[in-house]
Structure formats: structure tokens, C-alpha cells
């Protein structure tokens, strides 16, 4: 599904938030956004048990 989805990375789709986008804008969005998750995660994980990561 993936691979399907960012054939053409250039391809305008709906987007309720910003307006007609491109794939390439969404598939930055959701990169950016687990990144800062994962970063939230480890900041709670450090807090709870102390350990850092590598």
C-alpha cells in the first residue's frame, strides 16, 4: 500500500487541515509528527525508570 500510495510524490491530494497538498508534504507531516512522539516517549521512559538511551 505504501509503495502504491508514493509512486508520485508530486500528486495533489485533499487535505483538510492545509488545503489541496502534496504527497510529499503529507509524508513529511508524518514523519515529523512520530518523530516527536518517540521523542516524547523516551523523555517519559527516562522519568519513569532513569536510564538513558544510547
Do not use: Q, W
Amino acid at each position: 500500500m505504501f509503495a502504491r500510495v508514493t509512486v508520485d510524490l508530486a500528486r495533489i491530494v485533499p487535505n483538510p487541515e492545509f488545503g489541496d497538498t502534496e504527497v510529499r508534504f503529507v509524508l513529511l507531516h508524518v514523519i515529523e509528527e512520530r518523530a516527536r512522539h518517540v521523542g516524547h516517549a523516551d523523555l517519559l521512559r527516562e522519568a519513569i525508570d532513569g536510564s538513558t538511551g544510547e
